[in-house]
């Protein structure tokens, strides 16, 4: 059993950056493939990111492509997700998520992952 809970939300700018932190509890956080998903109102929830155990590759969604970094401490068993120059187009909740897909190509998707946290709200205003 993995828990997750996010943090790092709140109202900033149009322009400014952000930073968003998981912390995992549990077994085996080093096993796990980690993503990040965001959902906006109305808008079905969306792949950001994620990053398998090894190698610590990142794939990225289109809608943060070339200005959102993503690192992981196992260490720590936290997952940081960095976005800059926002825009009100990234207001959403954002949701860290934990899985094993047997696919890597499933880890784009909400199917590759069987925990999540309770998300962390971020609005950019303009």
């Known amino acids: 059993q993995v828990q997750l809970v996010e943090s790092g939300g709140g109202l900033v700018q149009a322009g400014a950056s952000i930073r968003l932190s998981c912390v995992a509890s549990?077994?085996?956080?080093?096993?796990?493939?980690m993503g990040w998903f965001r959902q906006a109102p109305g808008k079905e929830r969306e792949f950001v990111a994620a990053?398998?155990?090894?190698?610590?590759?990142?794939n990225f969604g289109d809608s943060v492509k070339g200005r959102a970094t993503f690192s992981r401490d196992n260490a720590r068993k936290t997952v940081y997700l960095q976005i800059y120059r926002l825009t009100p187009e990234d207001t959403a909740v954002y949701y860290c998520?934990?899985?094993?897909?047997?696919?890597?190509?499933?880890?784009?998707?909400?199917?590759?992952?069987?925990?999540w946290g309770q998300g962390t709200q971020v609005t950019v205003s303009s």
């Open positions: 549990g077994r085996a956080f080093d096993t796990y493939v």
């Open positions: 990053m398998p155990a090894s190698p610590p590759i990142t």
């Open positions: 998520a934990a899985g094993r897909p047997l696919l890597s190509t499933q880890s784009l998707t909400e199917a590759g992952y069987e925990y």
